[in-house]
T-cell receptor, first 112, second 112 residues
């Protein structure tokens, strides 16, 4: 079974704080993704990575950055958290030949 | 027009009913079709995956793809209260290594 873990299930931060969300996979997949999910808006792609040290912007990268120093680990960074970044954050890996994605449990981030 | 359309619901049915969940899409190049189930405050989990047209059955679940109509369906037989969740469709293509496009999800409530 594919296993994707995220560092926290629930996180509360203050406006202006730097926030790190970490995602770890155990299946040696190249492709990793960060989404946020908000009611009525569905899944929105923030950043993705096809390999170590590679990153590509998704649909809504503003206010976020990412880091991928090791193949199994993909981090999402909020440089200065704002209240409009309160959301559910989901990490996913993708199988190359079928395009199926497997998601982590999600991190519910609240920015006060 | 969104690339993938999915009625948000909620769809409320009695236990034991046959449920039909649907998505329409506009990109005729899509070849890979997926259904995900997402329980409240959890990450989406892959339920069914289908390549190109046709039907696929897995227990109480049947996925159906009609590429000529650009329409996919997920049928749930003998629905249970534990099936209450949000169901997301996703599709990608024409080949492998494309990022899936997700529908916004349909909320299903199965009441005893």
């Amino acid at each position: 079974d594919v296993k994707v873990t995220q560092s926290s299930r629930y996180l509360v931060k203050r406006t202006g704080e730097k926030v790190f969300l970490e995602c770890v996979q155990d299946m040696d997949h190249e492709n990793m993704f960060w989404y946020r999910q908000d009611p009525g808006l569905g899944l929105r792609l923030i950043y993705f990575s096809y390999d170590v040290k590679m990153k590509e912007k998704g649909d809504i990268p503003e206010g976020y950055s990412v880091s991928r120093e090791k193949k199994e680990r993909f981090s999402l960074i909020l440089e200065s958290a704002s209240t409009n970044q309160t959301s559910m954050y989901l990490c996913a890996i993708q199988e190359g030949h079928t395009d199926t994605q497997y998601f982590g449990p999600g991190t519910r981030l609240t920015v006060l | 027009q969104k690339e993938v359309e999915q009625d948000p619901g909620p769809l409320s049915v009695p236990e034991g009913a046959i449920v039909s969940l649907n998505c329409t899409y506009s990109n005729s190049a899509f070849q890979y079709f997926m259904w995900y189930r997402q329980y409240s405050r959890k990450g989406p989990e892959l339920l069914m995956y289908t390549y190109s047209s046709g039907n696929k059955e897995d227990g109480r679940f049947t996925a159906q793809v009609d590429k000529s109509s650009k329409y996919i369906s997920l049928f749930i037989r003998d629905s249970q209260p534990s099936d209450s969740a949000t169901y997301l469709c996703a599709m990608s293509g024409p080949g492998g290594s494309y990022i899936p496009t997700f529908g916004r999800g349909t909320s299903l409530i199965v009441h005893p």
